[in-house]
């Protein structure tokens, strides 16, 4: 089973729409959690951490359910420069890396 | 934020040569550095862990002595893909990670990646 499963998409919204992406990670040892944006043929970049209380970044919103061992990010009021990949990433001695969901921002 | 840089961001190479990929962490001691590894639509997958001054660990399915890491310095570590093959056409991703002075675990920082395309 993959350490992390994440649904590939695409995701195609319209600007101004919220957009959530979930995943899932297997091992219950797991220690920290993020979310990382890949921009085509570019190194991903930590867009946030992610904790059991969840956090808020303006108009990003991360959660973390450990019991269901789930992790979604929320983005509201879409814009076009959010169009990219995100990556679902567990860390538990190195990180282990989702395949990534696509989202395109429509005009 | 830390940088991380990688050269060549990209190389085109005949099959049977050897290339080599530098990682470089320009404003931060890396004591530790990784090589991932990533194919079209798919996730970044770890290759190897480096430390410095000691040999890299490899991840499973990963040839040692195909893809040779040295992590010679704190701020330099490179990955040597040797006999290239049309089937290690990829793209290389390394990430230093450092600690601070307390021993505690610092963020990971991605280098801009290296394109490789063997023909």
């Known amino acids: 089973r993959k350490e992390v499963e994440q649904d590939p998409g695409p995701f195609n919204v319209p600007e101004g729409a919220t957009v959530a992406f979930n995943c899932t990670y297997s091992?219950?040892?797991?220690?920290?959690f993020f979310w990382y944006r890949q921009d085509c043929r570019k190194e991903p970049k930590l867009l946030m951490s992610v904790y059991s209380s969840g956090n808020e970044d303006g108009r990003f919103t991360a959660q973390l359910n450990r019991a269901s061992q789930y992790i979604s990010l929320l983005i509201r009021d879409s814009k076009l420069s959010d169009s990219a990949t995100y990556l679902c990433v567990v860390y538990r001695n190195q990180f282990y890396f989702g395949t990534g969901t696509s989202l395109t921002v429509i005009p | 934020g830390a940088v991380v840089s990688q050269h060549p961001s990209w190389v085109i190479c005949k099959s049977g040569t050897s290339v080599k990929i530098e990682c470089r962490s320009l404003?931060?001691?890396?004591?530790?550095m990784f090589w991932y590894r990533q194919f079209p639509k798919q996730s970044l997958m770890l290759m190897a862990t480096?430390?410095?001054?000691?040999?890299?660990?490899?991840e499973q399915g990963v040839e040692k002595d195909k893809f040779l890491i040295n992590h010679a310095s704190l701020t330099l570590s490179t990955l040597t893909v040797t006999s290239a093959h049309p089937e290690d056409s990829s793209f290389y991703i390394c990430?230093?990670?450092?600690?601070?002075?307390?021993?505690?675990?610092?963020?990971?920082?991605f280098g801009p990646g290296t394109r490789l395309t063997v023909l």
């Open positions: 091992n219950s040892a797991s220690q920290s």
């Open positions: 480096s430390n410095e001054g000691s040999k890299a660990t490899y």
């Open positions: 404003d931060f001691q890396a004591t530790t």
């Open positions: 990430s230093a990670r450092g600690h601070d002075s307390g021993g505690a675990y610092n963020e990971q920082f």
